[in-house]
């Protein structure tokens, strides 16, 4: 069985930076592109920003030149560096990847960490 686990949401102001990471876990064979989402209540969950295997990574305009992704594929773990944080960046932060188990390809969700951005 895979697992995704998110860790390092919190409580920061205007302006400052956290970290997220998300490790993956279980009979994995391989890891295909790797992707934050974010949700805040009310609204529809949107992309944040992805990376594929290779160290491709797209963003979302919203958060261009502010937060990077990147991935260890030694550890199986993806992070979120988040810098200049406003508060519309608050809002319940997904970890999304592609495995490969035995049993083929899957999307796998993570249970989600809050990151809440006070003014």
């Known amino acids: 069985q895979v697992q995704l686990v998110e860790s390092g949401g919190g409580l920061v102001q205007a302006g400052g930076s956290l970290r997220l990471s998300c490790a993956a876990s279980?009979?994995?064979?391989?890891?295909?592109?790797m992707s934050w989402y974010r949700q805040d209540s009310g609204k529809q969950r949107e992309l944040v920003g992805i990376?594929?295997?290779?160290?491709?990574?797209n963003y979302a305009d919203s958060v261009k030149g502010r937060f990077t992704i990147s991935r260890d594929n030694a550890k199986n773990m993806v992070y979120l560096q988040m810098k200049s944080l406003k508060p519309e960046d608050t809002a319940v932060y997904y970890c999304?990847?592609?495995?490969?188990?035995?049993?083929?390809?899957?999307?796998?969700w993570g249970q989600g960490t809050q990151v809440t951005v006070s003014s």
């Open positions: 999304n990847a592609e495995i490969r188990t035995r049993f083929g390809p899957f999307r796998y």
């Open positions: 279980g009979n994995i064979f391989t890891i295909n592109d």
């Open positions: 990376i594929t295997n290779g160290g491709t990574t």
